[in-house]
């Protein structure tokens, strides 16, 4: 077979090795670093807020988001229904209540399932920024600022995206964050939370590390039971050349997908991501909804003989069989559940390359 175009590839900026070789030379190799304080700057920056801790990975973030808040067993928390499980597992964990909500025609939890999914038992709302186009986290916000309870918005796939001019990232309580290899920008494993907040910034920055003291007679007091999310000043390196080139990376994410657009568009009923003009979207995927009666799996194996490769969209949480079972029907995530692929889109990605998986696609879809 011809040498296979990954759905997703990093792309080294040039600076990595430097970076890292300078972290290796300080000897500070572990959590602690000039790496790390840089890292946390940038992505403060990206994200529009005050104050980024960063950590281990994405989902260390999620976790570390939610034991600052003290989400606790039977707490009632509002989900999309559609949505990487990522969030909702670390809610599991707590012991949580999900209530999970369906999309709405952005791919996105929907803000009128939202309104009325909302009771006196919610205490929070998990907002996720899918696939790089954000969520109506105006409105979500807004009712959860009626309420008194907390959103903590999820934008791992969304570092870089807007919403009426805003930064994903800058609406919630906290947000989170991942730099895993298939980001926008990585750090090979990584993630952060951020806030506007100085006393959840302190609170996150003792939890990521086992809530040591903070003098040296005091050490070993820890003031609470924290974890081990440090994120390496080795991996932070690499993590700062890239977001030294985040503006780059989206520019070229976001010109993959304008050609997509081109390339695809009048192909019959196939969907294409959704936007609007109140978003910049990050396209951290190019995801596409195959017309409908089609076999996903049959134009997949089409594609991969081709040497394209896919991902199915995520399943959705009224299905998965680690979630203790829902009432009510849920047709926009099955929709797209069941109708969904996404497509090779990396940053850097070669006319010639992107112009191959067009091709595939409609020799797959004309069969």
Known sequence: MIDPLPVSRPCLFGKELEYVEQALRSTHISGTGSFVDRMEALVAEAAGTCYAVVVSSGTSALDLAFEALGVAAGDEVIA???????????????????????????????????????????????????????????????????????VVEDAAEALGAQLDGRPAGAFGDLATFSFYANKVVTSGEGGA????????????????????????????????????????????????????????????????????????????GLGLPPESARVLHSYWV??????????????????????????????????????????GAFPRSEQLSNRGLYLPSYVGMAERELNRVVHAIHRALAT
């Not at 990487?84 to 909500?101: D, E, K, N």
Request: aromatic share 8%; net charge positive.
């Open 193 to 268: 939370v951020v806030t506007n907040d100085p006393v959840k910034a302190a609170r996150l920055r003792a939890l990521r590390s086992l809530c040591f003291g903070d003098s040296w007679a005091e050490r070993f007091v820890h003031t609470g039971a924290g974890f081990n999310f440090r994120l390496s000043n080795v991996l932070a390196a690499i993590g700062c050349a890239q977001l030294e080139h985040l503006s780059e990376a989206l520019a070229s994410k976001r010109a993959v997908a304008a050609r997509y657009r081109q390339l695809l568009g009048g192909v019959s």
């Open 80 to 150: 999309p229904n559609f949505t990487m499980f990522a969030p909702v597992a670390a809610l599991l964990r707590r012991g949580a209540t999900v209530v999970p909500v369906d999309a709405d025609d952005t791919w996105n939890m929907d803000p009128d399932g939202v309104e009325a999914a909302l009771t006196d038992r919610t205490k929070g709302i998990v907002l996720v920024h899918t696939y790089g186009h954000p969520a109506d986290a105006t409105r979500i916000c807004e009712l959860a600022r009626r309420r008194g309870i907390w």
């Open 286 to 327: 190019f995801g596409v909804l195959l017309p409908s009666g089609r076999d996903r799996r049959s134009v997949a194996d089409q594609l991969w003989a081709s040497g394209i490769e896919t991902r199915p969209f995520f399943h959705p949480l009224h299905r998965q069989p680690s979630v203790p079972p829902v009432r």
